[in-house]
Nanobody, 119 residues
Framework: QVQLVESGGGLVQPGGSLRLSCAAS????????LGWFRQAPGKEREFVAR????????DYADSVKGRFPISRDNAKNTMFLQMNSLKPDDTAVYYC????????????WGQGTQVTVSS
């Protein structure tokens, strides 16, 4: 009922920046929070950041705190992850996910966008 589409990934040099976008559509009225996750080759999926839709409270993983501010544009139903000072260890597929009022944690997921940090 909620569709999430990520965009903005690509190849960037260490120290560079990328901005990821997550556009929500469909029945997004009940979404209470949106989050970013990532999964690198050979590693488990990990939490990156999340934002509460109403109010904008944020939370970050220690690995990205201070580097990857998360924000939202309520009018455009879009969430952003501004990735700065990128490191090779940031290389991963980044996924957008949503929590709604039905409970049960993150219920909806996007298809992912590849971020590669390399010289």
């Amino acid at each position: 009922q909620v569709q999430l589409v990520e965009s903005g990934g690509g190849l960037v040099q260490p120290g560079g920046s990328l901005r990821l976008s997550c556009a929500a559509s469909g029945r997004a009225f009940g979404v209470i929070a949106l989050g970013w996750f990532r999964q690198a080759p050979g590693k488990e999926r990990e939490f990156v950041a999340r934002i509460v839709w109403s109010g904008g409270n944020t939370d970050y993983a220690d690995s990205v705190k201070g580097r990857f501010p998360i924000s939202r544009d309520n009018a455009k139903n879009t969430m952003f992850l501004q990735m700065n000072s990128l490191k090779p260890d940031d290389t991963a597929v980044y996924y957008c996910a949503a929590v709604d009022y039905s409970g049960g944690g993150y219920k909806y997921w996007g298809q992912g966008t590849q971020v590669t940090v390399s010289s």
